[in-house]
């Protein structure tokens, strides 16, 4: 065997435990969701924006293992199980339905949730200040005061709002019960009408016709999901429609004060790097998204108000960050 040959073969040696090393040092990040609507895929856009900034590239220093679940529960409890099996350095849960499935699964395997409304009442965490255990992450919570004010804005005479919403989340009840503590201060009654199933969407909002003054969409996947329906309804009836987040007023609602939620999803990214980095999720402390984003998106649509049969007002135009042509 000549030198070069034996050189080569080191070479090629050294290369094999190179690559070797480099795999083990790659961290693995599982991100699942339990539907795909805009303002979760601005979620994951965020959460691997943050990661990037931090050193964590996905395909390059990291490994991403993305999963959507169709909105099908028993899916995202399967997506759980497989996460668990694969052993993932962290996984990041966006939507509550999709976190209390993680959380099921593992008590070990580092959690940090996104755009989860309220992980107390959800059981996801006891307390914002230091969880403890494997679980920490970012509430999105609605920054609810600056809604209503922007609602009566656009709508002086708001004394009833109609409220859509799955009373099966978490989120949605947590979200109704915000509305009614802040609407009461504001002379604001809310009228619920439980929708279980987006198949139900439409006779839920049927039946606020005639006993409300405006609609409100919260953050809630099932109502969401039939949003184009509720809109249609609302222009027929002059009845305007706001939503809880911004991405509905571009597909038709008339306006909401809302979260950027790539923001939101780079504060959990940058939680989730300080796990890759060492930190126990349970000691990071857990927040809510309004209190540490700067800047809310105030989004109007003027068209979808002149079919709503309002005008928004010169002062609320002056505001928007986001007009809808």
Do not use: C
């Amino acid at each position: 065997m000549n030198f070069f040959y034996k050189a080569s073969l080191a070479a090629i040696a050294i290369g094999l435990m190179a690559s070797a090393s480099y795999a083990a040092d790659k961290k693995n990040v599982a991100i699942s969701t339990i539907v795909e609507v805009p303002a979760l895929t601005d979620t994951k856009k965020g959460i691997l924006e943050a990661l990037a900034a931090r050193g964590y590239v996905d395909g390059e220093t990291i490994t991403v293992d993305y999963q959507n679940a169709n909105g099908n529960m028993p899916t995202q409890q399967q997506i759980a199980k497989k996460f668990v099996g694969n052993a993932p350095d962290v996984i990041i849960p966006i939507t509550t339905p999709t976190s209390q499935a993680m959380i099921a699964a593992t008590s070990e395997i580092p959690i940090v949730f996104a755009t989860v409304t309220d992980p107390v009442k959800a059981k996801l965490i006891d307390t914002y200040v230091k969880p403890g255990g494997n679980v920490t992450g970012v509430s999105d919570a609605a920054p609810i005061e600056p809604q209503l004010d922007m609602f009566l804005e656009i709508v002086p005479n708001l004394k009833k709002i109609g409220f859509i919403y799955n009373p099966g989340l978490d989120n949605a009840l947590a979200t109704l019960g915000w509305v009614k503590e802040h609407g009461a201060t504001r002379g604001i009654e809310v009228v619920e009408s439980p929708a279980p199933t987006t198949n139900e969407v439409i006779l839920a909002t049927k039946k606020l016709i005639g006993n409300v003054d405006a609609i409100y969409v919260p953050n809630d996947t099932t109502i969401v999901a039939a949003l184009e329906a509720i809109i249609k309804i609302g222009e027929d009836v002059d009845l305007p429609v706001f939503t809880g987040e911004t991405g509905g007023v571009e597909r038709g609602a008339l306006a909401s004060v809302g979260l950027d939620y790539v923001a939101v999803g780079r504060v959990a990214g940058d939680m989730a790097a300080d796990v890759l980095e060492g930190k126990k999720a349970g000691d990071i402390d857990a927040v809510i998204a309004y209190k540490v984003v700067d800047d809310f998106v105030v989004a109007v649509n003027p068209g979808a108000a002149e079919r709503m049969g309002v005008t928004i007002p010169e002062a609320v135009m002056k505001r928007a960050t986001l007009t809808v042509e």
